[in-house]
């Protein structure tokens, strides 16, 4: 089974920040089939990223994914007032067929 | 407009059995897997189940395996998770999410959850 493992679990940054976000795995991962969420409170999750870089629909260009093998990062360029929130990562694998990340909680410092 | 409408979460006792059904539309259902995703209360996500657009092939979670049973009625566009032998552990706000991939060379590619129901809360408790 391959786990995933986000870090940090909270990102304390100020409006207008760069924010950085770290999803690890614990065997190498197809960025084909490393994705990121976003949830805010009470709300279900939000497709973010795909294919470990590709922006899904109606996503501004400040977020970017990256990486490839067992390292994976989310970057919000300049994050906005309605980007704080928790953030988690996704792949599809073999069993279990789909692990997240522990997610990455974004709060307003 | 895409919509994925959970129904049937409800309180029960350890051991008892709920039925969750997704309703969907705004999109071509049978064309699409499906998946359960849960979230117990401030928590982190965990997949649960998926089932393939003709429901040849299904899977779980370990957490589930022998206890939850997924299945679809294309007819209806909708998606059910029937939950047996329910504990505590099985607490949480249970999501529907449709599976999206890219599979026009014969292997599936960028598979994500691109839509998700609002979900529906299970709360096992004596």
């Known amino acids: 089974e391959i786990v995933l493992t986000q870090s940090p679990g909270t990102l304390s940054l100020s409006p207008g920040e760069r924010a950085t976000l770290s999803c690890r795995a614990s065997?190498?991962?197809?960025?084909?089939?490393l994705v990121w969420y976003q949830q805010k409170p009470g709300q279900a999750p939000r497709l973010l990223i795909y294919g470990a870089s590709t922006r899904a629909t109606g996503i501004p260009d400040r977020f970017s994914g990256s990486g490839s093998g067992t390292d994976f990062t989310l970057t919000i360029s300049r994050l906005e007032p309605e980007d704080f929130a928790v953030y988690y990562c996704?792949?599809?694998?073999?069993?279990?067929?789909?692990?997240f990340g522990q997610g990455t909680k974004l709060e307003i410092k | 407009e895409v919509q994925l409408v959970e129904s049937g979460g409800d309180s029960v006792q350890p051991g008892g059995s709920l039925r969750l059904s997704c309703a969907t539309s705004?999109?071509?259902?049978?064309?699409?897997?499906m998946n359960w995703v849960r979230q117990a209360p401030g928590k982190g996500l965990e997949w649960v189940s998926y089932i393939s657009v003709g429901s040849t092939s299904v899977y779980y979670a370990d957490s589930v395996k022998g206890r939850f049973t997924i299945s679809r009625d294309n007819a209806r566009n909708s998606v059910h998770l029937q939950m047996n032998s329910l504990t505590a552990e099985d607490t949480a706000v249970y999501y529907c999410a449709r599976d999206v991939a890219d599979c026009s060379t014969g292997t599936c590619y960028e598979i994500r959850f691109d839509s998700w129901g609002q979900g529906t809360l299970v709360t096992v408790s004596s």
């Open positions: 065997q190498s991962v197809s960025g084909s089939y």
């Open positions: 705004g999109f071509n259902f049978d064309i699409y897997a």
């Open positions: 996704q792949q599809y694998g073999s069993s279990p067929r789909y692990t």
